[in-house]
């Protein structure tokens, strides 16, 4: 498992499917454990992203490590990932490269370390595997921080939809609303 997500990020760090290629300084595939058993995922990678080639290492990041911390879970523990591996420069994406990106990657990623949990942090990484899991989709304000579960072949996986942590640095009055949420899921996961 762990080789095969190693040529898959191989693969990503080549890929010139789309145009977000142009932009990119480093892939940001992924990190953390091959058999972790709650992985994030969010958009895309922003500027600190593309410059070290890792996911969350901005101010949002930052945020991210003490949201995780709330649900008492550790950075090492859980895998983390975006829904397009090449840097966003406006955060802006097309359905199309969405698409190509999460048929080329982010569905084998989720294939190969089989996570028991998948909190999506954020509308566009909330809409793809709402979409995947044939999930009825809702307004995040609805739906932030709830549970639904899926059946695959031989799992049951818990979806949590959750906002993105740069949502609540853009939005201060979201600030309360994430921490809660986050904390809510100590214990659950």
Known sequence: MEEKLLELKAEAEKCKECELWKNRKKSVFGEGPSDAKVMLIGLG????????????VGAA????????????LKREEVYITNVVKC????????QEQVRICTSLYLDKQIELIKPKTILTLGN??????FNKFNLALAPMSQIHGRIFFVSSLFTRIKIIPMYHPAAALRNPGLKDIV???WKNLKGRL
Do not use: M, R
């Open 45 to 56: 990678p922003g500027y600190w992203e593309n410059e070290k080639g890792k996911p969350f």
């Open 61 to 72: 990041g930052k945020l991210l490590d003490k949201l995780l911390s709330l649900a008492g």
């Open 87 to 94: 840097y966003l420069p406006e955060n802006k994406v097309t």
């Open 124 to 129: 566009i990484a909330t809409q793809y595997i």
């Open 179 to 181: 921490e809660k949420d």
